[in-house]
């Protein structure tokens, strides 16, 4: 601390370290959201003393981390008996008048949210905060949650056989409820005429992506500049990968280029939630895998992508999905996914794809295709 060191508060004491670890154990059991609220303030103020009277500073911002998630979980636990208003989904409308005094919307949701965890998920997350085997991250640690509690709330939406929709996606995707995709994965036809399809892909991608979560699709070079302007009206831009292509190359004459790698244009909702796990910005295409469908993809860049950005359980969508590239590549990475496809015949082949004895994983029970 600059200046004059003064005495913590009482409530604090001199070792910091202990009234956190105290704190973050007696959270389950504190009896009002008032009691709950006066000790996540405090913790701001136990942070200012780390590195005073002896107290190891990484420690006590770790134990203070660890503090407050155990902390909100507890005031989500209380808000949702006494409330019943702010639960963690974006189309429930909080009225402010309806939380107790200094709780705000956003804050009750982001409490309830934690609360809606696992207790074992939520009680080794808290563990790996305290001893330093996780990032001491509360905004990293609450996206996580959210994702993990739109996987795992009820109300399925009704699907096609093998968890795909029949129809335009700008239609269809009116069904996908707000914020319970992690992940849009997509190939949209590479004709001008089809270039609007990326800019409404990314509106719909805006609206049912969770936050921290991506926006993946293939473009051609010729009108990237293009795409890359119709997607940011609604997605931060983040990257472009490159799809290296095998074999012999497509020589576009209109340019005098021989094409050796497809761009891959990556946007995401606010930025991306788990940054920290680091992905090569090449991914090879080893083998051409046409012959299901003449605008067919290679499954080995979808699993790649799929396993880089999601985890276990999250919902993999795919608004053109073609013959369902994307949707098996989910299916066998153990993913959750929803496929929509214009035309009939093409929506066939998917659904024989991924329900196909080589599909490599458990189904995807209609049950489960959305669960929110």
């Given at each position: 601390m600059n200046g004059l060191i003064v005495a913590p508060p009482r409530e604090i004491g001199r070792n910091p370290v202990h009234t956190l670890t105290r704190w973050r154990v007696e959270a389950a059991n504190l009896p009002s959201v008032e009691v709950v609220r006066h000790r996540i303030e405090l913790i701001a103020v136990a942070k200012l003393w780390a590195g005073e009277f002896g107290a190891n500073k990484d420690e006590v911002v770790r134990m203070a981390v660890a503090a407050r998630l155990a902390l909100e979980r507890r005031l989500g636990e209380l808000l949702a008996i006494t409330v019943r208003a702010g639960?963690?989904?974006?189309?429930?409308?909080?009225?402010?008048?309806n939380l107790p005094e200094g709780v705000t919307a956003?804050?009750?949701?982001?409490?309830?949210?934690?609360?809606?965890?696992p207790e074992d998920w939520f009680a080794k997350v808290v563990g790996a905060v305290a001893s330093g085997e996780r990032r001491a991250n509360v905004k990293e640690i609450y996206l996580e949650a959210k994702r993990m509690v739109a996987a795992g709330e009820g109300g399925a939406i009704p699907l096609d056989e093998g968890g795909i929709v029949l129809?335009?996606?700008?239609?269809?995707?009116?069904?996908?409820?707000?914020?319970?995709v992690a992940l849009v994965l997509t190939d949209p036809p590479y004709d001008r005429a089809s270039l609007e399809l990326y800019g409404a892909a990314a509106k719909l991608a805006a609206r049912v992506l969770l936050p921290g979560s991506s926006f993946i699709a293939d473009a051609p070079n010729y009108v990237l500049s293009e795409v890359l302007g119709l997607c940011s009206e609604h997605l931060r831009y983040w990257w472009t990968l490159a799809l290296l292509l095998p074999g012999d190359h497509a020589l576009m004459r209109e340019f005098g280029v021989r094409v050796s790698f497809k761009p891959l244009v990556w946007f995401t909702k606010g930025g991306r939630f788990n940054k920290q796990n680091l992905i090569l910005d090449t991914v090879l295409a080893p083998?051409?895998?046409?012959?299901?469908?003449?605008?067919?993809?290679?499954?080995?860049a979808a699993k790649f992508l799929i396993e880089s950005l999601t985890v276990k359980n999250d919902m993999v969508l795919d608004p053109m999905c073609g013959s369902g590239t994307t949707l098996l590549a989910a299916r066998r990475c153990g993913r959750r996914w929803l496929g929509i496809e214009a035309k009939v015949e093409t929506a066939s082949l998917a659904r024989q794809r991924v329900a196909g004895p080589d599909s490599r994983a458990p189904q995807n029970p209609s049950s489960l295709a959305f669960t929110r």
């Open positions: 639960r963690p989904r974006k189309d429930i409308i909080i009225r402010d008048d956003n804050a009750s949701s982001i409490a309830q949210t934690l609360a809606a965890t129809g335009d996606f700008r239609q269809a995707g009116e069904l996908i409820p707000d914020e319970s083998v051409k895998e046409k012959g299901e469908h003449e605008w067919q993809q290679g499954i080995h």
